[in-house]
């Protein structure tokens, strides 16, 4: 079984501070995680994902999570918020599966990014 | 084509009618996935495709939901007698690989309204 949280269903920061959106997992086997984003009426966007390399990932539009198997998180930062980056972001996880079998993604309830000018 | 793309985009269905969904995913994608989103809520695993095998259907809430995908491209969920309850976005969503760790790339969705 796995399940995700997000800790927080709303995050508001101004323009140019520094973004962090919370993400804590449980899964019975070693997992991969990902980071989506949701802007409106648009489909998912996959920013930036975990699969056992390095702890420390890097995503696109300068973006980076940091998995802490100790900790179980994966929490999402990023240096400077931009107007742009205002969307629904989903913190994921899956069973490491190397050649199908069951389960899906599971998604976290999103947290809403609000950047303030 | 350059990515998943679903039809219709918006769909409004009065109670009791059957509808289908169409998904297009990425060509030569091995991998296809259906998900519900509830407003407000992130999305939940419907089913799972291995190019034309269906291999997990776990996720789908009741016997009135049906998926799939006959030539290992095209998918379909279809929703028979639909219930207010079925109102949400359904994501598809397809990978070039039959692993589960590398990503997937969904489509914009169909939103469907049952009034």
């Known amino acids: 079984a796995q399940s995700v949280t997000q800790l927080d269903s709303h995050v508001s920061v101004s323009e140019g501070t520094p973004v962090l959106l919370r993400c804590n997992y449980s899964s019975s086997y070693s997992p991969s995680l990902f980071w989506y984003v949701q802007h409106p009426n648009k489909g998912l966007q996959l920013l930036l994902k975990y699969t056992s390399a390095a702890t420390l990932v890097k995503g696109i539009n300068g973006f980076e999570a940091e998995f802490k198997k100790s900790e179980t998180s994966f929490h999402l930062t990023k240096p400077s918020a931009h107007m742009s980056d205002a969307a629904e972001y989903f913190c994921v996880v899956t069973p490491y599966d190397s050649g199908g079998g069951a389960d899906g993604l599971t998604f976290g309830k999103g947290t809403h990014l609000i950047i303030q000018p | 084509g350059a990515g998943v793309s679903q039809s219709p985009r918006y769909k409004v269905a009065k109670r009791g009618q059957d509808v289908a969904l169409r998904c297009d995913p990425i060509?030569?994608?091995?991998?296809l996935f259906w998900y519900q989103q509830a407003l407000g809520q992130g999305p939940e695993f419907l089913t799972y495709?291995?190019?034309?095998?269906?291999?997990?259907k776990s996720g789908l809430p009741s016997d009135r939901f049906f998926a799939e995908r006959p030539e290992g491209s095209v998918s379909t969920l279809k929703i028979q007698r639909t219930q207010q309850e079925d109102s949400a976005v359904y994501l598809c969503?397809?990978?070039?690989?039959?692993?589960?760790?590398?990503?997937?790339?969904f489509g914009s969705g169909t939103r469907l309204t049952v009034v």
């Open positions: 495709f291995q190019n034309e095998a269906q291999l997990d």
């Open positions: 060509s030569g994608h091995v991998s």
């Open positions: 969503a397809s990978s070039l690989f039959s692993d589960r760790v590398h990503g997937y790339t």
